[in-house]
């Protein structure tokens, strides 16, 4: 087997659902300098590595973009990429989002899905994800695009691929609410409702958790030292693993009933006891702002 010299760039294989972005997420690719192929058969992915290498060097990043419009060349995927074979870091990027909003973006492009036939477009969508559905665990990072315009995508890709030679781990935590779902790209899941809510404390209820108010409010509550204390180093000692095995990326989602007040401000403190551990953890908050 071809070893993996630090010389050589990165190959990124962007695949996933129909109408969940390949098309944003390869534009990015190739405006952050990555040689880009759409549509190819997955048997040629080592044939375009080995022309690259020639004409281009062997730091040139490649992306290639793999979907089921491959058909039958689509199966073969896997064994192409299995240990290693192409000689580059192979990171696997599977973008999904839910069915309603796939239907949505497919409706308003006014395309048929590739699987569909003769009948409805949620007959290819099941299908394709039937297709998938392997692929999908392989994955080495996988971005659900549902609530994602194209400029929220397009930083995600950024975020990911922007430092190619890079190899560190990125951690991102994420709080949300309850009550607008789990993100389903969610590597971890901690659950903040067994803290009070600042939301029935009338003086704390306009705020946010990034307010020092809120904050303290919510760190200072039975539990939540206790809980950070416990749950940091097991995150810590998870990106020791994912390192380990190749991974570069780690999702952590923190949930309270609205994604305000309690996951805020513990997703916060999450986020800065990993940057204090020395790993590259960032926050977002997906749901802050949607009441």
Not at 101 to 119: D, F, I, K, T
Not at 147 to 173: C, K, M, W, Y
Not at 232 to 247: D, H
Not at 259 to 282: N, Q
Request: proline share 5%; net charge negative.
């Amino acid at each position: 087997m071809e070893q993996v010299g630090p010389e050589r760039g990165e190959l990124v294989v962007v695949t996933g659902m129909t109408g969940a972005g390949r098309s944003t997420a390869a534009k990015e690719l190739e405006d952050l300098g990555y040689f880009v192929v759409d549509n190819l058969p997955p048997s040629l992915v080592r044939e375009v590595v080995r022309l690259v290498d020639d004409s281009q060097g062997l730091s040139q990043p490649i992306a290639v973009v793999v979907d089921v419009r491959s058909g039958s060349f689509f199966a073969s995927l896997r064994a192409n990429l299995a240990h290693d074979s192409v000689g580059r870091r192979t990171t696997l990027v599977f973008l999904e989002a839910t069915d309603e909003v796939l239907v949505r973006r497919q409706e308003a492009a006014r395309r048929p899905h590739p699987l569909q036939g003769s009948g409805r477009l949620l007959d290819g969508l099941q299908r394709e994800r039937e297709v998938l559905a392997d692929l999908r665990g392989d994955a080495d990072l996988l971005i659900d695009t549902s609530a994602l315009n194209v400029h929220q995508l397009t930083a995600r890709i950024s975020e990911a691929f922007g430092t190619p030679d890079s190899t560190a781990l990125r951690i991102r935590v994420i709080s949300f609410g309850f009550k607008y779902g789990i993100p389903v790209d969610a590597d971890f899941v901690a659950d903040m409702r067994f803290l009070p809510n600042p939301h029935w404390i009338p003086e704390l209820r306009p705020g946010t958790g990034r307010d020092p108010e809120v904050a303290g409010y919510v760190l200072s509550r039975d539990g939540a030292e206790e809980f950070l204390d416990a749950y940091v180093p097991l995150l810590t000692g998870v990106a020791e693993g994912y390192l380990r095995e190749g991974k570069r990326f780690m999702r952590v989602a923190i949930g309270c009933t609205g994604g305000k007040h309690r996951s805020v401000a513990m997703t916060e403190e999450t986020t800065r006891r990993l940057v204090e551990a020395g790993l590259d953890a960032t926050a977002t908050h997906r749901d802050l702002g949607r009441e």
